[in-house]
Each structure stands twice: as C-alpha cells, then as structure tokens.
C-alpha cells in the first residue's frame, strides 16, 4: 500500500520558487506513474507533471519550462521544483500515484489509485 504524504507547500510572492515533496512508502512495483496534481476552488483537478520509471516526465501546459518533476528512488521521495509562480498556481497541491507506467501518457485524476492529503500552495502578486 503506497501512502503519498506531502511536504512543502507555503505562501510566496508571484515570481518566488517553491519546492514540495511527496514521500511514498515505496514506489509502486516494477512499473509505475506517480505525480502531481493541483486543484483551485471552483476549478477540476488538473494534472502537473508525471513521472514514471523510466524517468520520462510529462507536464502541464501552464507550467511547462516552470515546474520540474524529480525523484528519489532511494528516499521514495517525489519532488515538484517550481520556479516562476504566478498567482493562477495558487491551489492545493496533491501527490497521486498507480501502479501503471502507462498511466503517464495522460493526466486523467481517476487513473490514479493512490492520493495524499494535500498541501497549500498560494502565490500573491
């Protein structure tokens, strides 16, 4: 069972960096996707970066070239580097994982079996 637990998360000033992290306890399997996912009031969840495996990475057009998606197999930690925050970034900010590198290809939120609780992330301009 893979408890995603998230760290990091805060207030700053638009143009300011942040940095989460996502312990699991463990990477699921052989084959995984794990990630992040935002979600402002009133708005869908909305899909950040993945990360599979492999180490091949997809991202979200909002924040592509912005945000940098990492991970520490040793530690079983996942790592959401972002640069640049403007104030549409506000919004909780949540690490999902499954058990299915194909998964990746797409970031649909129901594809994920396994969520943290979340962590704030608000950005004034």
């Known amino acids: 069972q893979v408890q995603p637990v998230e760290s990091g998360g805060g207030s700053v000033q638009a143009g300011g960096s942040l940095k989460l992290s996502c312990a699991a306890s463990s990477f699921v399997g052989s084959g995984y996707c794990m990630g992040w996912f935002r979600q402002a009031p009133g708005k869908e969840r909305q899909g950040i970066a993945l990360?599979?495996?492999?180490?091949?990475?997809t991202y979200g057009d909002a924040v592509k070239g912005r945000f940098t998606i990492s991970q520490d197999k040793a530690k079983n930690t996942l790592y959401l580097q972002m640069n640049n925050l403007k104030p549409e970034d506000t919004a909780v900010y949540y690490c999902a994982a499954v058990a299915d590198g194909s998964r990746c290809r797409a970031m649909i939120p129901r594809d994920f079996t396994f969520w943290g609780q979340g962590t704030q992330v608000s950005v004034s301009s």
């Open positions: 990360i599979d495996i492999t180490t091949r990475t």
